[in-house]
């Protein structure tokens, strides 16, 4: 059956980096655009990155250019999302998406805590 998990979520200092790993299994990973997704504790759910079948940067939420880069290994069926500089306006928890035309698949999510 369809899977992404996510990794490497946990509490972190301000300034500090977090590498998340979203392993998928199920379908053919190669073939569908990923994205990272985040929503904290009373917000809506916003897209954090996107990159493209082939690993081509789609597109970061501003507030993360710069300190976060997204990236795919297809080999290993697994996204990515490296953050660094992290501030507590990134502590949510951290959803990957895979997306291919209308079909679409969620993670469960890792929690990404950012506190001294």
């Known amino acids: 059956q369809v899977q992404l998990v996510e990794s490497g979520g946990g509490l972190v200092q301000p300034g500090g980096s977090l590498r998340l790993s979203c392993a998928a299994s199920?379908?053919?990973?190669?073939?569908?655009?990923m994205r990272w997704y985040r929503q904290a504790p009373g917000k809506e759910r916003e897209l954090v990155a996107g990159i493209t079948t082939i690993g081509g940067v789609l597109n970061y939420a501003d507030s993360v250019k710069g300190r976060f880069t997204i990236s795919r290994d297809n080999a290993k069926n697994t996204v990515y999302l490296q953050m660094n500089s992290l501030n507590s306006e990134d502590t949510a928890v951290y959803y990957c998406?895979?997306?291919?035309?209308?079909?679409?698949?969620w993670g469960q999510g890792t929690q990404v805590t950012v506190s001294s």
């Open positions: 199920g379908f053919i990973f190669s073939n569908y655009v």
């Open positions: 998406n895979a997306q291919r035309v209308n079909v679409g698949y």
